[in-house]
């Protein structure tokens, strides 16, 4: 082969190392979009992947053998990137189903369409795994330059892998959204094998040619159309228009009815944020948030709350209330996704002066802030799933030292009706370094509850002492929440479960809570 052929060659297998893995980060993305980002979706998306690429390598390696020529290599790389691109085309009306199904546990439809999904995937990743095992057919000479050349090739395969590690997350999704993406990586594989093909062979060029322009009027027939359509989820919910977007980490969209507005990410079958401008109260886990000082010792007085820090700010519904409730007191309002501020300060009037909102991740900023707070809430869940970071007796410690000495944190924790495991092992945890936890199940849902731990030695009838304490002035919303808080405070469960750094498996507990529910459940009202 000559130096310019190897050149290109080591190119070619630089770029399909690099579809290869974006495609499968992508992969994720689009699956993930409806059926989450758990460790056990991501298991599945990696197991089967891998399973395909043994497939690749293994047909790749007796295909090259049998016709150890450019035009078969670049021809099977053709046909793989044309593949690639189509399958985010083919998954979208299947991934449509599958969130309909997610919604009404139709349980039988949402696995079919989570194994039908991955199934696409099998065709284009083999085809593509051909590339490596392909090459070095092609580029060994001589059994004495064999080492040399096929680790060359695996090296440059593998360079390529980490630039398509990064591209997705960082680069093409946060631009051209997960189908955009596809298209990219799809398209610039695509153009590298139909100019190794033409030079190879121009006839078989000019007939691949086909190719990309088939690509081209199956996307332009098969329009962008939201994956999950909030009005079958949410009756007279409807999407507003230039909402909906994909971020480094979240897939967003804003629901409206009259003159409520809710923020979906990702699933969109609970919401993160709501806002009426007409009303705070939201009968639910936001207004929870605010009783979190009346466990401590009666009278509790709406000036004993200085300060709030929030991990998991969202689009801002707890510190709207908050402001509402105590007056412009400080507040640090922790958000990891930036494109989530953006949303909220343009669609839920997410501007309090007294907010200060600091883009990163919960734990490690949380730690960074010098403390003094009367309450520090925890909202950066996507439940019943929750960041196992933020979980822990040392995540808890370090919440411990930023509270002031009245302190309370406050939790919400998902669960199901028949499952409240989750909240038992969090209770555990936090009872290793609070001396007081409680737990209130939020009203009119069997899917929440919130977990309040305070720094002081407290006692559960403190929190109807506070309500009757309460003067006439107060504010509705603070009366409201407190009320029902009094109404739905249970006993505080016992558990010698502790989640530490180094062993917290939480997701093992929300994946039973899944597969649980949805054998037995009925997720209509679930995140309302």
Request: glycine share 10%; hydrophobic share 50%.
């Amino acid at each position: 082969m000559k130096a310019t052929g190897n050149r290109y060659l080591l190119f070619t297998v630089f770029v399909s190392g690099m579809v290869v893995l974006g495609i499968e980060i992508s992969a994720q993305r689009l699956v993930g979009n409806v059926f989450g980002s758990s460790n056990l979706v991501w298991a599945n998306i990696i197991g089967l992947m891998l399973l395909y690429l043994a497939a690749g390598y293994f047909i790749g390696g007796r295909w090259a053998d049998r016709s150890p020529n450019l035009r078969t290599f670049y021809t099977i790389l053709a046909v793989g990137a044309f593949l690639a691109g189509v399958t985010p085309l083919i998954a979208q009306p299947v991934l449509r189903f599958a969130a309909v199904a997610m919604g009404s546990v139709n349980l039988a439809l949402l696995g079919g369409s989570f194994v039908g999904t991955l199934l696409l995937f099998a065709a284009p990743v083999t085809l593509l795994g051909c590339a490596s095992p392909f090459a070095v057919r092609l580029a060994v000479t001589d059994a004495a330059s064999a080492g040399s050349a096929s680790g060359r090739i695996y090296a440059v395969s593998t360079m390529g892998s980490l630039l398509g590690t990064f591209l997705p997350v960082l680069v093409l999704v946060p631009m051209l959204g997960t189908r955009g993406t596809f298209l990219t990586l799809s398209g610039v594989l695509l153009l590298v094998a139909l100019i190794g093909l033409w030079r190879a062979d121009p006839r078989r060029g000019a007939l691949a040619l086909a190719l990309p322009v088939v690509l081209a009027m199956a996307t332009w027939l098969s329009p962008a159309t939201t994956l999950r359509p909030i009005e079958a989820l949410y009756p007279g919910a409807q999407l507003v228009p230039g909402s909906e977007r994909e971020s480094s980490y979240n897939f967003i969209q804003v629901a409206q009815a009259g003159d409520t507005r809710w923020l979906f990410l990702n699933d969109s079958l609970i919401y993160h944020s709501i806002y009426n401008p007409n009303g705070l109260r939201t009968g639910g886990t936001f207004d929870l948030f605010l009783v979190a000082p009346f466990f401590n010792a009666a009278p509790v007085t709406e000036n004993d709350v200085r300060s709030l820090a929030l991990v998991g700010l969202a689009a801002g519904t707890v510190s709207k209330q908050y402001t509402a409730v105590y007056g412009p007191i400080p507040i640090d309002g922790i958000e990891i996704d930036p494109a989530v501020v953006e949303v909220g300060r343009r669609y839920f009037d997410m501007n309090e002066p007294n907010l200060n909102v600091i883009v990163g991740d919960g734990r490690w900023e949380l730690e960074q802030l010098e403390g003094g707070y009367s309450v520090i809430g925890v909202d950066a869940y996507r439940p019943p799933y929750i960041p196992w970071q933020l979980t822990t007796r040392e995540f808890f410690a370090i919440v411990h030292e930023r509270l002031a000495d009245d302190g309370v944190l406050v939790i919400n924790v998902g669960r199901t009706p028949g499952d409240r495991s989750l909240v038992e092992a969090l209770v555990g945890t936090l009872g290793a370094v609070f001396p007081s936890v409680y737990v209130v199940d939020v009203p009119n849902t069997g899917f929440n509850s919130m977990v309040y731990a305070t720094k002081q030695v407290t006692d559960p009838a403190n929190l109807a002492a506070n309500l009757g304490a309460l003067p006439g002035d107060a504010h509705p919303l603070l009366r409201a929440a407190l009320g029902d808080a009094v109404a739905n405070l249970k006993p505080t469960p016992t558990s010698a479960t502790v989640f530490t750094d180094d062993w917290a498996p939480v997701e093992q507990y929300a994946d039973a809570i899944v597969l649980g529910y949805f054998l037995n459940g009925d997720t209509s009202d679930l995140g309302r």
